[in-house]
């Protein structure tokens, strides 16, 4: 059984910058995709980045197109975002995909296409 841990959040200013740190245990990381969502109250979980196992591909979503970025290492991965904004406020959750389903050319960008979910990290933006 994977599980997935994220690490980062808390209370952040507008136009300040965020960085999330995730990783796995209970598997071999390097195996992994890894995704980025979030989820703000009242709202569907929604799609933010993902990685691909090399880390030489990634994907976003609009949210936060053009101030993000997108890592990993040997055992973590990181999203940054920059210019953060009040609508950024949302529960932000690190996934993996264990599957070794093939990289499509959009990218792992719905719910079900990852298998391992961390508890998620809360992410307050202050106006």
């Known amino acids: 059984q994977v599980q997935v841990v994220e690490f980062g959040g808390g209370w952040m200013q507008t136009g300040g910058s965020l960085r999330l740190s995730c990783t796995t245990s209970g598997g071999t990381f390097s195996h992994y995709v890894m995704g980025w969502f979030r989820q703000a109250p009242g709202k569907e979980r929604e799609f933010l980045a993902a990685i691909n196992l090399s880390g030489g591909s990634t994907r976003s979503g609009a949210p936060v197109e053009g101030r993000f970025s997108i890592g990993r290492d040997a055992a973590t991965a990181h999203l940054q975002i920059d210019r953060l904004k009040p609508e950024d406020t949302a529960v932000y959750y690190c996934?993996?995909?264990?599957?070794?389903?093939?990289?499509?050319?959009?990218?792992?960008?719905?719910?079900?296409?990852?298998?391992?979910w961390g508890q998620g990290t809360q992410v307050t933006v202050s106006a």
């Open positions: 996934a993996a995909d264990s599957t070794n389903r093939p990289w499509a050319r959009s990218g792992p960008r719905t719910v079900n296409d990852y298998d391992s």
